[in-house]
Nanobody, 125 residues
Framework: QVQLVESGGGVVQAGGSLRLSCAAS????????MAWFRQARGTEREFVAA????????FYADFVKGRVTIYRDIAKNTVYLHMNSLKPEDTAVYYC??????????????????WGQGTQVTVSS
């Protein structure tokens, strides 16, 4: 059974930075693409960033391009999301996810088989 455990959330002032971590266990980490999504209260879960199994290719939502970097450390079975220039509208619960076989698009939750429990990010103005 795959387990994903996020950490690193917290309260930060606008303009600040955070690094989220997602530790994976349960199967070969380097085999599957990973992603971060977020969900603000009262909204649907939305795509933030994804990284391929090899770590060579990354994908970002338009609203975080230039402010966010996704990367993975295969030796540590961990994927990270480094966020800079945070804005109040970035406030949400952030989830990491592992893609499932046959997932057709990195951008949609339906493509992911496993999810972490989420970590809260709150950006104050």
């Amino acid at each position: 059974q795959v387990q994903l455990v996020e950490s690193g959330g917290g309260v930060v002032q606008a303009g600040g930075s955070l690094r989220l971590s997602c530790a994976a266990s349960g199967r070969t980490f380097s085999t599957y693409a990973m992603a971060w999504f977020r969900q603000a209260r009262g909204t649907e879960r939305e795509f933030v960033a994804a990284i391929t199994a090899s770590g060579v290719n990354t994908f970002y939502a338009d609203f975080v391009k230039g402010r966010v970097t996704i990367y993975r450390d295969i030796a540590k079975n961990t994927v990270y999301l480094h966020m800079n220039s945070l804005k109040p509208e970035d406030t949400a619960v952030y989830y990491c996810a592992e893609v499932k076989r046959g997932g057709d698009s990195y951008y949609y939750p339906r493509s992911y088989a496993y999810w972490g429990q989420g970590t809260q990010v709150t950006v104050s103005s």
